[in-house]
T-cell receptor
Framework: DVKVTQSSRYLVKRTGEKVFLECVQD?????MFWYRQDPGLGLRLIYF???????EKGDIPEGYSVSREKKERFSLILESASTNQTSMYLC??????????FGQGTRLTVV | QKEVEQDPGPLSVPEGAIVSLNCTYS??????FMWYRQYSRKGPELLMY????GNKEDGRFTAQVDKSSKYISLFIRDSQPSDSATYLC????????????FGSGTRLQVQP
């Protein structure tokens, strides 16, 4: 079974803090993704990566950056957390342009 | 207009009913179609995956794709209370962006 593991289920951070969300997949997938999910807005793509050190902006990249130094690991960085970044963050991986497998999600609260 | 449209519901049905969930889309380049199930406060779980047009059956679940109408469906037979969740459709193509495009999800409640 594909396993995508996110480092935290719940996080509480203060405004202005730098926040790191980590994601690891164990299936040697090329593509990895970060989404955020908010009520009424669905899943929105923040960034994705199709290879080590490669990244592309998604639909809402502002205020975020990413890092992919190893194929199995994809990190999302909130440079200076703000309250409007309170959300459910979902990491996913996929072998091609096809089905994606998700982690369990990180519920981030910025106070 | 969104690229993928999905009725948010909620859809409430009695246990044992047949459930029909649907999405429409506008991008004719989409070739891969997926349905995900998401329980509250959990990540989406892949339920069904279909390539191009046609039907696919897996137990109580059937996925249908009609590319000519740009319309996909998920049918759940003999629905159970444990099927209560949000169902998300997703799709992608061979060209263009590698990420999936999602519908906003339909919340389903199966009443015992």
């Amino acid at each position: 079974d594909v396993k995508v593991t996110q480092s935290s289920r719940y996080l509480v951070k203060r405004t202005g803090e730098k926040v790191f969300l980590e994601c690891v997949q164990d299936m040697d997938h090329e593509n990895m993704f970060w989404y955020r999910q908010d009520p009424g807005l669905g899943l929105r793509l923040i960034y994705f990566s199709y290879d080590v050190k490669m990244k592309e902006k998604g639909d809402i990249p502002e205020g975020y950056s990413v890092s992919r130094e190893k194929k199995e690991r994809f990190s999302l960085i909130l440079e200076s957390a703000s309250t409007n970044q309170t959300s459910m963050y979902l990491c996913a991986s996929s072998p091609h342009n096809t089905e994606a497998f998700f982690g369990q999600g990180t519920r981030l609260t910025v106070v | 207009q969104k690229e993928v449209e999905q009725d948010p519901g909620p859809l409430s049905v009695p246990e044992g009913a047949i459930v029909s969930l649907n999405c429409t889309y506008s991008n004719s380049a989409f070739q891969y179609f997926m349905w995900y199930r998401q329980y509250s406060r959990k990540g989406p779980e892949l339920l069904m995956y279909t390539y191009s047009s046609g039907n696919k059956e897996d137990g109580r679940f059937t996925a249908q794709v009609d590319k000519s109408s740009k319309y996909i469906s998920l049918f759940i037979r003999d629905s159970q209370p444990s099927d209560s969740a949000t169902y998300l459709c997703a799709m992608s193509g061979d060209t263009g962006r590698r990420a999936l495009t999602f519908g906003s999800g339909t919340r389903l409640q199966v009443q015992p």
